[in-house]
């Protein structure tokens, strides 16, 4: 009979050793060969371009691109702890209990790889090495040109509806000696469009998921409250990618719009 048990001493150890002695190999020559990027003392009068946060934080910078700081400094960092400690809920597997493998958890290991590797490792790489002065992206070997101007031209989603796709031609406004309801009536209807599409997002793609093979075998072991949870908290992660294409593609600043109410989305 195969035995699978793997000893601590000598098995455990050495692998442990070696990897040791090669990360350290790896720093020693990284911190020799490589200049530390120590600049001047911090200065009043002269502001660095751009300021950049330290490098554990660029994250967090990189995301106040995409969303308003209440979002991107506030919810999605809470959402991050929130899931962490939603998972024992959450997650019904119980093989693996005490281990980790891929064949066991192929759906555990793949989702965190993919919130920390393709999305806040390569943010983290991102503010570090392609951003520049002024917050523009540049090449690895471009110049860090201050001068560098892009012409963006970012356009709300109410914007694109109302004047683009509608075919209405005008946003809808109201004037400042208009009611109070008046104006709260006004705001919903412009920014109506926004306001589906995230109701859609939260609320009707969870159940329209469930119809897939996969989802529905979720839904089926988990039940609806968790499903819910888990479809939710998913969600809530494919959002700041979801609204970096969205940037990227079309420009789209705000799904929702709300400057009075300083609420943005």
């Given amino acids: 009979e195969h035995n699978e048990k793997v000893l601590v001493w000598p098995d455990l150890v ?17 911190g020799i060969a490589l200049q530390a990027p120590l600049e001047e003392p911090a200065s009043s009068a002269k502001t660095p371009n751009p300021s950049k946060a330290p490098w554990y934080f660029l994250g967090l910078q990189e995301m106040l691109v995409y969303f308003d700081p209440w979002l991107a400094g506030v919810v999605l960092p809470s959402l991050i702890i929130v899931g962490l400690m939603a998972i024992p ?4 597997n119980k093989k693996g209990n005490g281990y980790y493998t891929f064949e066991e958890r192929k759906l555990s290991v793949t989702l965190f790889l993919f919130g920390f590797i393709p999305m806040w490792v390569s943010m983290i790489i991102l503010g570090t090495f392609l951003r520049g002065p ?4 540049f090449g690895i070997y471009e ?15 109410s914007e694109y509806f109302w004047l683009k796709w ?6 809808p406004s109201y004037a400042n000696s208009d009611p109070q309801w008046k104006k709260v009536a ?5 920014e109506s469009p926004g306001i589906v599409a995230i109701l859609l997002y939260f609320f009707a793609l969870p159940p329209a998921l469930a119809l ?7 839904f089926m072991r988990m039940g609806f409250i968790r499903y819910m949870v888990f479809a939710n908290l998913l969600l809530w ?5 979801v609204k970096m294409l969205l940037r990227w593609s079309m420009n789209l600043k705000y799904i929702i719009a709300i400057p009075e109410w300083f609420f943005n989305v």
């Avoid at 992660?237 to 990618?241: C, E, K, S, V």
């Fill in 14 to 30: 050495y692998t442990e050793l070696i990897c040791m002695i090669a990360i350290s190999a790896v720093l020693i020559f990284w």
């Fill in 89 to 92: 809920y959450i997650d019904f």
């Fill in 134 to 137: 002024n917050w523009n992206i």
């Fill in 143 to 157: 110049f860090w040109d201050v001068h560098k101007l892009e012409a963006l031209n970012n356009v709300n989603l």
């Fill in 166 to 171: 509608s075919g209405v031609g005008y946003l």
């Fill in 186 to 190: 006004v705001i919903l209807l412009r």
């Fill in 212 to 218: 897939i093979p996969f989802f529905q075998n979720l």
């Fill in 237 to 241: 992660m494919a959002a700041l990618p």
